[in-house]
């Protein structure tokens, strides 16, 4: 089959170019070359004109901005906010709805003492409605809305956040912000083993266990998945509730405490967040889009460095230092002399450079160990990366690689305001955590510092908390609260590593090697029929799709409860279907509808246009507006919502197929797949340019500028933005026209109606992926992208499939002038493929070409009998080789000779000219 490499079918134009660097920014801004580094570093980084915050006025600008295009996005446009905090109101003024347990005795009396409307069902749904909430005992009403509604905040930021990422795509400074954490990580952990007073109280295992899990929170589109199936679901359910207590006189506030989780829902801060800040919530670190941005975008990797590898080791540092009251309880034991090192730092440097208060106190010690343990952590890093040019000075900025380091991890604490310690007695003051750098060795060798200088006389000593240099036996031990935490703790709204390891989730596979003890034919000759030889008959009728059928039906099962397979306007359909078919006249039908809303409105059809100001617009005018364009379509049929139906439905199948790759998590597939791709573009566009018909024709240019444009779709992300929004529109359409038209038979059929005919029908983009065969297909005759192709090589091509089919027919064999561009893009995908294995095995290639195609009967789609696409690999000369082939076996035999597509081998003039060229 034929696809497109495109590039994501949605982008954002701004006003502005998101890539900036703010670090290279404020070096040129704010940095006051008339104090030295070496008297104060925190007034040299950040003089009295930096901003009051200088990350968050870097980024005010971007964020304003999307903050503005993120207007229309559906978490925005959800119906039931503004009435939640209608409800708040209203809670505030009625006094005597003083408690929840008031509230349902009221609603429980109302519709059990059969009064107008109620009903014994409805009865049954309060009393247990009112049981599942009766955990909240005495709870006041303000408490319960407020718990509620904080948290709908912290999901409503967390996808503001999220969108903010897809929105300047900066997926690939998520991932490397990840790489950061898990090699400081692993620097960690390492350097546990070695600790003198780890090993001596035998606690190594135990560190370890507690640290091991630590991970950085970086599944966004989980997230979105998530945070939007408790939208969807918090809205279908109040909606629900609403129309089934209708009659109460309290059925908003009802409702609201029935159908909206609170003990189910243990979300305590925004996941994803736009301000420049991270927090440990132990295992699970959660950083800010700056540092997501800026490891993306910044220029530099000292830069990256010192920003975002001290956030987030700084973060871990939390994990690994131990306080005093060692009240989270996850390490056992810590080093008490590591703690006085700490400290007495912090009181020296806050001594020396109080601005406007400075305090060093117990609660302090945790953030004090943990911005040192960061610094060291990153700045070994550092080392790592530039190993003998560390000191190498970057031209454009005038300063070397470690002194940028320093200047941005100072950047991200710089104020025009004097440092003040803050009421919390958590965290110093930002110019002693800054200045507190000093007694890094590094820092006297960035900036060559004398001994006598304010920062050097302000150093203590290093303070060691692991490794050979740490503390041999001094040690601090708090048995008393140590535990360590596990998943029974709800401190995270989604605890992916259990869902990864409780869930059922099949163990990682891999197919090929499977395959390989499975269902190759030894007593075939792979020389003889390498087909027959890797694909006996005992092989199933699809392979791969065999071999995913667990995972398949996992993914199925664990997708049943995910707002794409629960939406009315998918699930009801087969109604809408039936009542079409009692009601063939859509135009008749639907003005039957429009005269019913005027009269259930009280409006003569006459006075419509004079009175239509005055009705409720989601009721008769949504009708009228859907009549106006049926009787505009040429054909009145039901034809239309039929596609309408495909169309939401394929939606919600690629959501499904979103949600599949997330679910198993093969997020780094996606991003080593996209990598293969650029790497075989680049080597097909070589290639192209060294075709002598290429080169005679002067089409080089025309080649650069197809593969330009050549890209695999993989901003997965993106596209369940674009889904979730046209999902979420079709679906509120559909059931507020529901609700506001309940009097109307076949309500179904008219609100499917205005659904299928509004404006904001969604649109199913092309979404195309392939690697080296779907490349050939822009690069192989057929269409015409390119104007020239050689006839020499599609003869080749040819030649090569008449002559294996000839010896290899099964069922069926064709090779038509319709299969010559599959059969193309086979060879080429072949050679392609074949490049990278040479390049990353080198002198131990021993491999096989990896185009093996497991079907049984050849098929007339548009490509070759599978045994004919897999036999023709006889033409590399590595096919031959890899397994000792005779000239005189049946697959050597079956070679014509290999088709130079591309290349430096390729004809020389012999063309064909494509008419009807493509610009």
């Avoid at 080089?700 to 674009?722: C, M, P, S, W």
């Avoid at 559909?734 to 008219?750: G, H, P, R, S």
Wanted: glycine share 4%; hydrophobic share 35%; proline share 4%.
């Amino acid at each position: 089959m034929k696809f497109l490499l495109l590039v994501s079918f949605f982008q954002y134009h701004y006003a502005f170019d998101p890539s900036f660097d703010f670090v290279e920014d404020a070096l040129a801004k704010y940095v006051n070359h008339s104090v030295d580094p070496c008297d104060n570093f925190y007034r040299h980084a950040c003089s009295f004109n930096s901003p009051p915050s200088l990350v968050g006025s870097a980024y005010q600008n971007l964020l304003s901005y999307l903050n503005e295009t993120q207007i229309n996005e559906y978490y925005n446009k959800i119906d039931f906010l503004p009435e939640f905090h209608e409800i708040a109101a209203k809670l505030r003024s009625e006094e005597k709805l003083d408690s929840v347990g008031y509230l349902f005795n009221s609603v429980i009396r109302t519709v059990c003492n059969n009064e107008e409307g109620s009903t014994p069902d409805l009865c049954e749904i309060a009393k247990k409605n009112y049981q599942a909430l009766k955990n909240g005992q005495s709870w006041s009403i303000s408490y319960v809305s407020k718990r509620f509604n904080d948290r709908l905040n912290y999901v409503i930021t967390s996808l503001k956040g999220i969108m903010v990422i897809l929105s300047v795509n900066a997926r690939q400074g998520v991932i490397d912000t990840n790489d950061m954490f898990r090699k400081i990580v692993q620097l960690a952990v390492d350097r546990i083993k070695d600790t003198p007073w780890a090993k001596n109280q035998h606690v190594v295992k135990l560190i370890e266990k507690a640290t091991k899990g630590l991970w950085l929170h970086d599944d966004y589109i989980i997230d979105a998945i998530n945070y939007t199936n408790f939208l969807f679901d918090i809205s279908k359910l109040f909606k629900e509730c609403k129309e089934t207590f209708k009659s109460l006189e309290n059925s908003d506030i009802y409702c609201f405490f029935t159908q909206t989780p609170l003990d189910d829902f243990h979300l305590n801060q925004e996941t994803f967040f736009t301000f420049d800040n991270a927090f440990n919530y132990h295992p699970t670190v959660y950083v800010g889009f700056p540092n997501f941005h800026h490891t993306q975008y910044g220029t530099e990797m000292a830069s990256k460095l010192g920003y975002t590898g001290f956030t987030v080791g700084h973060e871990i540092g939390h994990s690994f230092i131990g306080s005093y009251e060692n009240k989270d309880g996850i390490l056992p034991y810590f080093s008490h002399e590591a703690i006085e090192c700490i400290q007495n730092q912090h009181n020296r440097t806050c001594n020396e450079y109080r601005e406007d208060s400075c305090e060093v106190t117990n609660q302090s010690l945790d953030d004090n160990g943990a911005d040192i343990f960061g610094l060291q952590f990153a700045h070994e890093l550092l080392v790592e990366y530039y190993g003998n040019s560390i000191d190498n000075t970057i031209e454009r900025l005038n300063v070397t690689n470690r002194q940028l380091f320093f200047y941005s991890f100072a950047f991200q604490f710089c104020s025009k305001n004097p440092s003040f310690a803050p009421l919390d007695g958590v965290h110093s003051a930002k110019n002693v955590r800054i200045n507190v750098a000093a007694q890094h060795p590094s820092f006297n060798e960035a900036f060559k510092c004398s001994p006598d200088s304010r920062m050097m006389r302000s150093v203590t000593e290093q303070c060691h908390f692991y490794g050979n240099d740490a503390p041999e036996t001094r040690k601090f031990i708090n048995s008393e609260n140590v535990h360590l935490k596990n998943d029974e703790e709800p401190f995270l709204f989604f605890n992916i590593l259990a869902i990864v390891v409780c869930d059922g989730l099949p163990e990682p596979f891999d197919f090929i090697e499977e395959a390989l003890s499975k269902y190759r034919n030894h007593s075939i000759d792979p020389c003889d029929n390498f087909y027959r030889h890797a694909c006996s008959f005992d092989s199933p009728s699809g392979l791969v799709e065999n071999t995913f059928k667990d995972l398949t039906e996992y993914i199925k099962n664990k997708q049943k409860n995910e707002f794409w397979n629960n939406l009315d306007v998918i699930k009801e359909f087969p109604t809408v279907e039936k009542s079409a078919e009692k009601n063939p006249d859509l135009l008749a039908f639907i003005e039957n509808a429009f005269q019913t809303c005027q009269a259930k409105n009280g409006v003569p059809p006459s006075d419509f246009k004079e009175q239509k100001a005055k009705i409720n617009m989601k009721n008769c005018m949504f009708i009228s507006a859907a009549k106006d364009r049926v009787s505009e379509r040429e054909d009145k049929s039901a034809e239309f919502m039929n596609k309408y139906n495909k169309t939401v439905t394929s939606l919600a199948e690629l959501a499904g197929r979103i949600g599949a790759h997330l679910d198993v998590d093969v997020r780094r597939g996606i991003e080593n797949t996209r990598d293969m791709v650029e790497v075989m573009m680049r080597n097909a566009e070589n290639m192209i340019k060294d075709t002598p018909w290429v080169q005679n024709h002067h089409l080089v240019k025309r080649i650069e500028q197809i593969t330009a444009q050549l890209n695999i779709h993989d901003n997965y992300g993106d596209d369940f933005k674009l889904i979730t929004n046209a999902l979420f529109g079709a679906e509120k359409i559909y059931l507020e026209c529901k609700m506001n038209l309940f009097y109307i038979a076949d309500k179904e059929l008219v609100c499917y109606i205005v659904a299928a005919t509004s404006k904001e029908l969604p649109k199913l983009g092309l979404v195309g992926t392939g690697v080296g065969h779907e490349i050939g297909h822009t690069f192989f005759g057929g269409d015409p992208i390119l104007p020239f192709f050689s006839k020499e090589v599609e003869k080749c091509v040819q030649t090569q499939f008449n002559s294996t089919c000839a010896v290899y027919k099964e069922k069926s064999c064709a090779t038509t002038e319709d299969f010559l561009e599959e059969n193309g893009a086979d060879i080429f995908g072949i050679q392609l493929a074949y490049q990278l294995l040479e390049k990353y095995y080198g002198d131990r290639l021993h491999g096989k070409p990896s185009r093996v195609y497991m079907r049984r009967d050849g098929t007339y789609d548009g490509h070759s009998a599978n045994n004919i696409r897999t036999n023709i690999i006889v033409q590399h000369p590595a096919f031959g080789k890899a397994f000792n082939c005779s000239p005189k076996s049946r697959m050597m035999m079956s070679a014509t000779k290999e088709c130079a597509i591309y290349g430096e081998n390729a004809p020389d003039t012999k063309k064909r000219h494509i008419i009807g060229e493509k610009n």
